[in-house]
């Protein structure tokens, strides 16, 4: 089963629903959902997780960035059908806040109806770390720079334009 | 009739894909055999498969006998009482089930089936202290002998604890798939006292398996088997170890 | 069968009456019921009021929408339920085989098996019972059944009641509030060490479980208490909905652990509203264990209201034939520094089905607050069913949730494992079952621990009824 990544990025506010169909095709693929929540305002996030036959193996994976006055509410729903045989499902949901005032709600939710499955799920909400931030400018960074390789770090192999680094800038103190 | 431990016409596949090809083997009572090949010839496989592991499915004609008794059709436990037993290499963790419950569940299965077989301590408190005693003789902490088995233990201490549970099992035949790595000395010297014991003392057939130069030093085979891809290509005395150690498995 | 006639014969004849009125009445609860309740008895008028209060509420909330569907309570027939549950069964010989089978298998002496099985009223244990009264009011713990507390300590009682789970939280702490009867109330000193676990029938002239228990339990600073209530032998109950409330205050710097083993018998809806309060550098710690009924619905809460509160919740819960256990926790941060913890495991088997529902919720202010929750759950065959629908909110940044589920079956690996150690499959299947639960299971006592795990190898060898 080779490895396939795909990425969807999201910027915007306001409700989106993304739905995903593991089969044989596309067993096997990791889908990357980054989520730039930089703005005061809602951001609504709904994630349907379904695998459609035996034998596929899924992965999701949630990176959320959120600013200050920021609203965001990620509900993911993994659903294993009755009968389903060999099927490995993930769902990881992180977010990293980074403004005050800003509210975080996750909602990962698991049904299972077939038994010879493996499915997980994992949900985290912190920030960045001062001891992280200290360990990199003792090692010679300035404050801004050891906070935008812990961002990077985060966000993984996001390789982010000019523009979406400066709103993610804007939210750093 | 000489006891032993009879493999014949063995083939072995997962899934679509043949792991094992006619093999064909013999391990006497009293007798160590030493199992060698390199990465991938199936050297685990045939052992995780003579122990019964579902994960394999073995040719309905294949025999496997200990001391008659063709075993080939019998579940995992009771080829366990009919005196094998399978030293892992990497033993599975299995949280909040200790070592003292597994002993004790095995016992009670041996008295329901009327103790026909090895072994003859039945006491839950002997069996505590035997346990105990055994455990230090390995070099094992108690305290892990309280820990659901295998959990959070180094590579040393799963290996030692493979050891402490052969040494209670008491089996006619022991597969050993690499007890040495992770071992320091210590514990490598521990290993080779024991499996020499087993050998020359209660006359158990041992086939192992080992990569290291230490513990041959410590134990002398009485046969070398060789495998490569699958099947079994040589067969020899003690001196066949130096041999491949020199010229390595290329020419076989 | 003329149900009028069976039950009047195991009642006085005051309580006939009462009986007789409700009867022929034929509707639902009416205030003119709770008035009497209350009456019967001796109640303070405060307590009249707030049972006529929570009635109304009663009558103008509904079902909850989200969760186990409930439809199949039939409100109507619930003042049939007021008396109370256990003198309904009069005879020995009218308990299912099942439970009485199970009684042997496990080892419950007689005498016990009778309480249990709700056909006696009260334990018989005059010594045991002296004794730690004895040990009780040298300490100046009060121990006593709810009912007799709002009568002997009124202003004590006063002072707590219903202030941590509010009458019109849910229609079912609505129903509570307005019909209890039974149930403990507890008040342990500043800085007394209750070393012995208290459990419920130790109290005497206790109804033993009753339908609408209300427990309230107050630890005053730097206390220390373990309450346990229920048990693991299956309990037969006529009654099919049980409703219990239970508040616990836990002040500054005490430590409360309260533990329930449920094992109601597979036709009776459980649905528990569980709430503590925890104050500055308090420890509340709720274990739970579900074993039984057709359904249950608990999620015992902590408000983490001071600096540094703890809160915890261990539970595990096993869903056989026909049975529903949705279960989970709620923990809301409010101060600062506080830390909760949430360790639930749960086995599903022959189309059973276990559901996480948990919330955690840090409010913003809460400063250097931690929360972690970890759920496991087991599906042993193709018919059962395991869900997890948590809710991790945060408004703080400065704070950490943490948040993980995994659902499966048991390991092919770990099997064969124990079956290389000669233990046939099916022994080997509820050695792994019983290992998995056992980080709940160790947290509670060691008679019910054993009970626990007797009963789980039971169940896992085909079930008990």
Not at chain 3, 118 to 128: H, I, L, R, W, Y
């Amino acid at each position: 089963m080779k490895k396939q990544v795909k990425k969807i990025i999201i910027d915007k506010k306001g409700e989106k629903v993304f739905k995903f169909k593991f089969d044989q095709d596309n067993s096997g693929t990791e889908m990357v959902v980054i989520i730039l929540a930089l703005l005061p305002g809602n951001y609504r996030i709904m994630l349907k997780i379904d695998h459609d036959e035996s034998e596929t193996k899924g992965k999701i994976l949630v990176r959320a960035v959120v600013g200050k006055k920021a609203n965001l509410l990620v509900d993911g729903l993994i659903r294993i059908k009755k009968k389903l045989k060999g099927v490995d499902s993930s769902l990881e949901m992180r977010s990293l806040v980074l403004g005050e005032k800003a509210k975080v709600e996750m909602r990962p939710s698991l049904e299972v109806l077939a038994n010879e499955v493996r499915v997980a799920h994992q949900a985290t909400i912190t920030r960045l770390s001062e001891e992280q931030i200290f360990y990199l400018m003792s090692r010679g960074l300035e404050k801004k720079e050891a906070k935008r390789l812990l961002v990077r770090g985060f966000l993984g192999f996001f390789e982010e334009s000019d523009e979406e680094w400066r709103k993610i800038e804007t939210c750093l103190k | 009739m000489r006891m032993s431990f009879v493999v014949k016409d063995l083939e072995v596949k997962v899934g679509e894909k043949k792991i094992l090809k006619k093999v064909e083997m013999i391990i006497n009572r009293g007798e160590l055999v030493c199992l060698l090949g390199p990465n991938g010839s199936g050297k685990s496989s045939l052992m995780q498969s003579l122990m019964g592991n579902p994960i394999y499915q073995v040719n309905p004609e294949a025999k496997i006998k200990i001391d008659g008794v063709n075993v080939s059709s019998k579940s995992v436990d009771e080829r366990v009482n009919n005196g094998l037993f399978l030293v892992f290499q990497s033993p599975v963790v299995i949280p909040g089930v200790t070592i003292r419950e597994v002993i004790l569940a095995w016992q009670r299965e041996k008295k329901r089936l009327g103790d026909k077989f090895l072994g003859s301590k039945d006491d839950v408190w002997v069996w505590k202290k035997t346990i105990e005693e055994k455990a230090k003789r390995m070099g094992i902490n108690k305290e892990l002998l309280k820990r659901g088995l295998n959990e959070d233990f180094s590579g040393g201490e799963k290996k030692r604890m493979e050891l402490l549970q052969l040494t209670l099992y008491e089996p006619r035949y022991v597969l050993i798939d690499e007890i040495d790595s992770g071992l320091d000395i210590d514990g490598i010297v521990v290993a080779a006292k024991e499996i020499d014991r087993l050998v020359k003392k209660e006359k158990v057939g041992v086939m192992l398996v080992s990569h290291s130069q230490s513990l041959w030093r410590y134990l002398k085979p009485d046969r070398v088997l060789v495998m490569k891809e699958g099947s079994l290509v040589k067969e020899g005395g003690a001196e066949l170890i130096n041999e491949l150690q020199d010229k390595g498995y290329e020419q076989l | 069968m003329n149900y009028k006639t069976k039950v009047m014969n195991n009642y006085n004849l005051d309580e006939a009456k009462e009986f007789d009125y409700v009867y022929r009445s034929g509707r639902g609860l009416n205030r003119k019921l709770v008035e009497g309740l209350s009456e019967r008895k001796n109640e303070p008028k405060w307590m009249r009021e707030f049972r006529l209060k929570s009635l109304s509420f009663y009558e103008k909330m509904r079902l909850p929408k989200w969760g186990v569907d409930l439809s199949g309570i039939d409100f109507e027939k619930i003042y049939y339920y007021l008396q109370p549950v256990k003198k309904t069964e009069a005879s020995w010989e009218a308990v299912p085989r099942a439970i009485k089978d199970t009684f042997e298998k496990i080892g419950v002496p007689q005498a016990e098996r009778e309480i249990l099985a709700g056909v006696k009223g009260q334990f018989d244990s005059e010594v045991v019972y002296s004794s730690i009264k004895k040990m009780l009011s040298k300490k100046g713990v009060l121990f006593l059944s709810m009912d007799e507390a709002v009568v002997q300590y009124p202003d004590l009682v006063k002072e707590y009641w219903a202030k941590t789970v509010l009458p019109m939280d849910n229609k079912l702490a609505a129903l509570n509030s307005a019909v209890w009867s039974g149930g403990s109330f507890i008040y342990v000193p500043p800085r007394v060490d209750v070393k012995l676990p208290l459990q419920a029938y130790f109290r005497m002239n206790s109804e033993s479980a009753g339908q609408f228990e209300r427990t309230l339990i107050v630890a005053d600073e730097g206390s220390k208490l373990h309450y346990i209530e229920g048990c693991s032998a299956p309990v037969f109950s006529t009654a099919s909905l049980h409703a219990a409330v239970v508040e616990v205050v836990v002040k500054k710097g005490a430590k409360v652990q309260y533990t329930t083993v449920q094992n109601w018998y597979k036709n009776v809806y459980n649905l528990v509203t569980k709430r503590a309060v925890v104050a500055e550098e308090g420890q509340m710690r709720w274990v739970d264990g579900n074993l039984g009924s057709k359904i249950s619905m608990k999620y015992p809460a902590c408000i983490l209201r001071g600096r540094k509160a703890k809160g915890e919740m261990l539970s595990l819960s096993w869903a056989g034939a026909g049975q529903q256990q949705d279960t989970g926790a709620k923990m809301i941060h409010v101060a600062k520094e506080t830390s909760s913890q949430i360790i639930s495991r749960s086995v599903s088997r022959d189309g059973g089905r276990a559901s996480y529902r948990g919330l955690v919720k840090i409010n913003q202010g809460a400063v250097g607050a931690k929360a972690k929750v970890k759920c496991e759950a087991l599906i042993l065959d193709d018919l059962s069913r395991s869900d997890t629908y948590p809710t991790i909110v945060s408004l703080e940044e400065q704070s950490q949730v943490e948040h993980e589920a995994t659902v499966g079956r048991l390991g092919e690996d770990q099997l064969f494992y124990l079956m290389s150690r000669g233990i046939p499959l099916d022994e080997a299947e509820a050695m792994i079952v019983n290992g998995f639960l056992e980080p709940v299971i160790k947290e509670i006592p060691l008679e019910y621990a054993v009970e626990m795990n007797r009963l789980i190898n039971m169940e896992m060898e085909g079930g008990i009824g």
